[in-house]
């Protein structure tokens, strides 16, 4: 399937470590039927030693699915897309994390600094698989080394058929602000859909920032933590010009009591409940007494007590 009959929708779900699991990813199809979703990032040598089943599990009604791999070692990041072949629409190579502990490794963003490296990766892996292959990058891995032009070029030449860039540089990690601008650069120099990632957070920023960037769509990161509707509302005011609303405080809430039972019936109940601990605060802000509120059930350990202080909070939510 060529790559633009895959991905009809203009907003994606970008792929964040420990983040865009099943049951994130889940939550969003929910509100979003044609958006394409990524997978956390998987590491190619840990995937390569265990086939971990929560990593791949996904749903009939996931497609479009994008699944992403890191890895500095071609024709083990290809034996791994071969793998995942059998559960993605596309795969995805990660060259824009921009962790220590991956760059590190020279994986993620450092392949920036390595574009031969990297086109051996997307032109091994493309050999390899029968699917599309898209790459998500940076702007650079410092702004004295902002290559990502010339590095979006020798992608599309080793085989990408689909480019995600965050708009900031390594040397920013998620901090400053995403230079959506720089992005339209790129556009005019390959001829593969290209989507802009960062600091997307809203139907409004959404369009600012595919005025400013020239790009095909929007990969929604960050701004669908906590918000699992965004995705869906941006779908739907870029095809039908219909705004909707964010959800309000009571509507987060159960949206959060949602994600609490899915992650503890995928992962168990006491690390389900723990791993849902790096969203409250995503969910849970804005309103007084919010940062108490999380510093109290960020220190419970089951679903019942979590549920409890929630419910607690229903009367306040309704008043804000």
């Not at 890895?71 to 190579?93: F, R, S, T, V, W």
């Amino acid at each position: 399937m060529q790559v633009k009959n895959l991905i009809s929708s203009r907003v994606s779900l970008a792929p964040m470590a420990g983040i865009t699991d099943y049951v994130l990813r889940s939550l969003v199809r929910e509100y979003s039927s044609a958006s394409l979703l990524t997978t956390e990032m998987i590491s190619s040598e840990a995937l390569t030693q265990v086939k971990d089943v929560v990593i791949t599990k996904r749903d009939e009604n996931h497609s479009p699915i994008s699944y992403q791999l890191s890895g500095h070692k071609p024709q083990m990041i290809a034996n791994c897309a071969k793998y995942l072949e059998q559960y993605a629409d596309m795969i995805d190579i990660n060259m824009g994390c921009p962790v220590n502990k991956v760059v590190k490794g020279t994986d993620g963003c450092a392949l920036m600094r390595n574009p031969d490296l990297a086109q051996e990766i997307v032109k091994t892996v493309k050999n390899t698989i029968n699917i599309p292959l898209s790459v998500k990058f940076r702007l650079g891995y410092t702004f004295d080394e902002l290559n990502y032009v010339e590095f979006g070029q020798k992608m599309q030449e080793a085989g990408a058929d689909f480019i995600t860039i965050h708009a900031r540089t390594r040397s920013q990690m998620y901090g400053g602000h995403a230079d959506w601008e720089k992005i339209a650069e790129l556009k005019r120099n390959v001829d593969i859909p290209v989507f802009a990632n960062g600091d997307v957070t809203s139907i409004e920023t959404a369009v600012d920032c595919l005025e400013k960037s020239k790009a095909d769509g929007v990969a929604v990161g960050r701004g669908a933590l906590g918000d699992v509707t965004l995705i869906g509302r941006i779908e739907k005011y870029l095809t039908t010009g219909e705004y909707i609303a964010p959800p309000g405080l009571e509507e987060k809430i159960y949206s959060l009591k949602k994600h609490l039972i899915r992650e503890v019936e995928l992962r168990g109940e006491n690390v389900g409940v723990k791993f849902c601990r790096k969203f409250y605060p995503y969910y849970l802000n804005g309103f007084p007494g919010a940062s108490r509120l999380r510093g109290e059930i960020v220190l419970i350990d089951n679903l019942k007590d979590v549920f409890k202080s929630l419910d607690n909070l229903i009367p306040v939510a309704r008043n804000v």
